[in-house]
């Protein structure tokens, strides 16, 4: 059963910082995809960010470039999302994701989700 853990979120004022970490087991970490998604109340689950296997070219939400930052640590099987000048309109529920295509199928891994909350 694969599993992630979830960690780094909470409360933080307008203008902060956050790192979550998002360490993951029971499938091979390095030939998936991996991404943040986050959901705020009453609006749909949206991509915050995806880093692929090879850690080349992250992608980013139009709404996140210079503010946050994925990475991957495979060796640890673990991926990051720093946020910093963080806004009232971040506060969501942030989730990892996996996705791995293996032809002619393809995985996709949910983490349980974390909430962070931007308030003053």
């Known amino acids: 059963q694969v599993q992630f853990v979830e960690s780094g979120g909470g409360l933080v004022q307008p203008g902060g910082s956050l790192r979550l970490s998002c360490a993951a087991s029971r499938f091979t970490f390095r030939d998936y995809d991996m991404s943040w998604y986050r959901q705020a109340p009453g609006k749909e689950r949206e991509l915050v960010a995806t880093?692929?296997?090879?850690?080349?070219?992250?992608i980013y939400a139009d709404s996140v470039p210079g503010r946050f930052t994925i990475s991957r640590d495979n060796a640890k099987n673990t991926v990051y999302l720093q946020m910093n000048s963080l806004k009232p309109d971040d506060t969501a529920v942030y989730y990892c994701?996996?996705?791995?295509?293996?032809?002619?199928?393809?995985?996709?891994?949910w983490g349980q989700g974390i909430q962070v909350t931007v308030s003053s």
């Open positions: 994701n996996a996705h791995g295509t293996f032809w002619p199928r393809t995985y996709t891994y």
């Open positions: 880093i692929p296997r090879a850690s080349d070219n992250p």
